[in-house]
């Protein structure tokens, strides 16, 4: 069975064609990240002007790579929560228009569940072995910080969550704060390996770090609105000179190694500067570490899957994996193109969920607030 | 155009850590009423955020209330009241904010609008709306001010 799936609810217009949940034909995303960078963020009317334009050509395409015609497509599958309103409107619009012209099923997608299929896309095995449950799912993006457990008969519940701001939004906030470009979370990622992560001292958020108490019912919740005000004040105590800085920071960027400086304190400003987004990144890193862990041990969890746009970062990556090898918990971390806002998560979710009889009909409804973490229905 | 005019001042109000500022949006909650936008202004890290929590928890929300940063708006129900908790940090201009169908949360009579930057957009503002400024004094110490948006002649 071959589904279409469709992703709109953000800044990417991906579409991608996947066969019985697993054999991704396709997966194109248009990439828009070029044209936000002009104006420093997603613009959601940009964003579904942009959506509009782009549909058809990222539908065409994705068939023409799959080497099939739209008459082969057996369902068509798209987000429709959460996300920006008139973004996902774009996606649910076009996929009811196509449903209807080919007489097909429809099946309307919850964008965070997708995430974590997203990260066993490409694990067939791990979805059928009974003994890899439960699995807990550390979600990172830009608007969500979530830790989901899914349990054998695919009930998911969630565990923890932020209280303020998402991962995503501290990597990309801070990345302002220290005057980088966006998207920050990829650039924060390059330049913290110049830096000395111990160098400054960042608050890890709810972690009862500095003798401060944490609720119990705040364990596994996140925070990450202290470390944004926290680097805030600390760049005001220290008076970077932004123009000279600037230019050896992107040198630093571009030729991926540390330039001599013109002189001694030039060279010394730019490895404060490098310290500070390093010990930034790894308040981040950590709090995500030792909250996904502790997790891991209350709920003797069989396996750990991280998914969403921040799971590509690499100082993640690493600590995670050294604490995973650790506990013995087999970790998988989504591929980079699983990882960020794809349509193949939307497509192989839905085998699934057509399979275990759900679909929906033409008064399918786009919303921007998540309601729930629905049941995944994984048939084991 | 600036929204904040001295002449306007209702309030001045310093908030000596997070909890009071939290604190005061909980009372001030308890005095509006719906049909009211009220317009956060301030920096990064100034307690817009934690204001708007203490506006929810005022209302009896007991959900953590996230920032919209990227979502652009949340909504909150309780008690029969609806709260519009909106961000314009990745909406830079009055005709973004117009498309993006702002005008449906801003003259809604049926909520309570709280509006983070919401200086970007100071002509779709109603004249009747609650400027709040937010200044940090120190890394612990806010100066809260509240403004009338202006008198309407």
Same mark, same amino acid.
């Given at each position: 069975?071959?589904?279409?799936?469709?992703?709109?609810?953000?800044?990417?217009?991906?579409?991608?064609?996947?066969?019985?949940?697993?054999?991704?034909?396709?997966?194109?995303?248009?990439?828009?990240?070029?044209?936000?960078?002009?104006?420093?963020?997603?613009?959601?009317? @940009?964003?579904? &002007? #942009?959506?509009?334009? $782009?549909?058809?050509?990222?539908?065409?395409?994705?068939? !023409?790579?799959?080497?099939? *015609?739209?008459?082969?497509?057996?369902?068509?599958?798209?987000?429709?929560?959460?996300?920006?309103?008139?973004?996902?409107?774009?996606?649910?619009?076009?996929?009811?228009?196509?449903?209807?012209?080919?007489?097909?099923?429809?099946?309307?997608?919850?964008?965070?569940?997708?995430?974590?299929?997203?990260? @066993?896309?490409? &694990? #067939?095995?791990?979805? $059928?072995?009974?003994?890899?449950?439960?699995?807990?799912? !550390?979600?990172?993006?830009? *608007?969500?910080?979530?830790?989901?457990?899914?349990?054998?008969?695919?009930?998911?519940?969630?565990?923890?969550?932020?209280?303020?701001?998402?991962?995503?939004?501290?990597?990309?906030?801070?990345?302002?704060?220290?005057?980088?470009?966006?998207?920050?979370?990829?650039?924060?990622?390059?330049?913290?390996?110049?830096?000395?992560?111990?160098?400054?001292?960042?608050?890890?958020?709810?972690?009862?770090?500095?003798?401060?108490?944490?609720?119990?019912?705040?364990?596994?919740?996140?925070?990450?609105?202290?470390?944004?005000?926290?680097?805030?004040?600390?760049?005001?105590?220290?008076?970077?000179?932004?123009?000279?800085?600037?230019?050896?920071?992107?040198?630093?960027?571009?030729?991926?190694?540390?330039?001599?400086?013109?002189?001694?304190?030039?060279?010394?400003?730019?490895?404060?500067?490098?310290?500070?987004?390093?010990?930034?990144?790894?308040?981040?890193?950590?709090?995500?570490?030792?909250?996904?862990?502790?997790?891991?041990?209350?709920?003797?969890?069989?396996?750990?899957?991280?998914?969403?746009?921040?799971?590509?970062?690499?100082?993640?990556?690493?600590?995670?994996?050294?604490?995973?090898?650790?506990?013995?918990?087999?970790?998988?971390?989504?591929?980079?193109?699983?990882?960020?806002?794809?349509?193949?998560?939307?497509?192989?979710?839905?085998?699934?969920?057509?399979?275990?009889?759900?679909?929906?009909?033409?008064?399918?409804?786009?919303?921007?607030?998540?309601?729930?973490?629905?049941?995944?229905?994984?048939?084991? | 155009?600036?929204?904040?005019?001295?002449?306007?001042?209702?309030?001045?109000?310093?908030?000596?850590?997070?909890?009071?500022?939290?604190?005061?949006?909980?009372?001030?909650?308890?005095?509006?009423?719906?049909?009211?936008?009220?317009?956060?202004?301030?920096?990064?890290?100034?307690?817009?955020?934690?204001?708007?929590?203490?506006?929810?928890?005022?209302?009896?929300?007991?959900?953590?209330?996230?920032?919209?940063?990227?979502?652009?708006?949340?909504?909150?129900?309780?008690?029969?009241?609806?709260?519009?908790?909106?961000?314009?940090?990745?909406?830079?201009?009055?005709?973004?904010?117009?498309?993006?169908?702002?005008?449906?949360?801003?003259?809604?009579?049926?909520?309570?609008?709280?509006?983070?930057?919401?200086?970007?957009?100071?002509?779709?503002?109603?004249?009747?709306?609650?400027?709040?400024?937010?200044?940090?004094?120190?890394?612990?110490?806010?100066?809260?001010?509240?403004?009338?948006?202006?008198?309407?002649?």
């Amino acid at each position: 069975m071959k589904i279409l799936g469709i992703e709109t609810s953000c800044d990417e217009t991906a579409v991608s064609i996947v066969e019985n949940g697993h054999n991704v034909l396709t997966n194109v995303v248009s990439s828009q990240i070029k044209k936000h960078a002009l104006y420093g963020g997603v613009i959601p009317e @940009l964003a579904a &002007r #942009e959506h509009l334009n $782009n549909i058809s050509t990222v539908i065409d395409s994705a068939l !023409l790579d799959a080497r099939i *015609g739209i008459n082969d497509i057996d369902a068509v599958a798209v987000t429709k929560t959460p996300g920006l309103l008139p973004a996902l409107l774009v996606g649910v619009s076009f996929a009811k228009g196509l449903v209807s012209s080919l007489n097909i099923p429809l099946i309307g997608i919850n964008h965070i569940t997708a995430h974590m299929f997203g990260a @066993l896309i490409d &694990r #067939e095995s791990i979805i $059928n072995d009974p003994d890899s449950y439960p699995v807990v799912s !550390l979600i990172v993006s830009g *608007g969500h910080t979530l830790l989901v457990i899914i349990e054998r008969d695919g009930n998911c519940t969630v565990i923890g969550r932020t209280l303020d701001d998402a991962a995503g939004e501290a990597f990309d906030k801070g990345a302002k704060i220290l005057q980088l470009s966006y998207p920050g979370g990829p650039l924060i990622d390059k330049l913290s390996r110049f830096g000395n992560v111990s160098r400054f001292n960042f608050p890890r958020g709810l972690c009862g770090a500095s003798g401060n108490f944490v609720k119990p019912e705040n364990r596994l919740n996140f925070s990450f609105s202290g470390v944004k005000t926290s680097l805030l004040y600390q760049l005001k105590e220290w008076d970077f000179g932004w123009s000279e800085l600037g230019q050896s920071v992107r040198k630093v960027i571009v030729e991926n190694t540390v330039p001599e400086g013109k002189n001694r304190n030039q060279s010394q400003n730019l490895m404060d500067y490098l310290d500070m987004i390093a010990s930034y990144q790894e308040a981040v890193v950590d709090a995500l570490v030792m909250k996904t862990m502790s997790a891991v041990k209350d709920r003797n969890v069989k396996t750990l899957i991280v998914c969403g746009g921040v799971a590509c970062n690499s100082r993640l990556r690493e600590k995670l994996k050294i604490e995973a090898d650790e506990t013995k918990v087999p970790l998988i971390i989504a591929k980079p193109e699983y990882c960020t806002d794809n349509a193949a998560m939307i497509a192989g979710l839905a085998y699934y969920q057509l399979v275990s009889g759900e679909k929906d009909d033409l008064d399918l409804d786009a919303s921007p607030s998540i309601k729930r973490i629905e049941q995944i229905p994984l048939n084991i | 155009m600036t929204i904040i005019k001295s002449e306007n001042l209702i309030e001045k109000f310093i908030s000596n850590q997070e909890y009071e500022t939290e604190k005061k949006g909980a009372c001030f909650a308890k005095t509006l009423t719906c049909g009211t936008t009220l317009a956060l202004c301030g920096e990064f890290g100034v307690g817009k955020t934690v204001f708007t929590r203490g506006i929810a928890r005022g209302f009896g929300v007991e959900l953590p209330i996230t920032s919209p940063s990227f979502t652009i708006i949340q909504e909150y129900e309780c008690a029969g009241k609806t709260l519009y908790h909106l961000d314009l940090y990745r909406i830079e201009t009055e005709d973004s904010a117009l498309a993006f169908g702002i005008d449906e949360f801003i003259n809604n009579k049926n909520a309570i609008t709280v509006i983070e930057w919401g200086d970007r957009i100071p002509n779709l503002l109603d004249s009747d709306c609650i400027v709040i400024n937010f200044e940090s004094a120190s890394p612990d110490q806010r100066v809260i001010r509240f403004y009338k948006k202006q008198v309407s002649k």
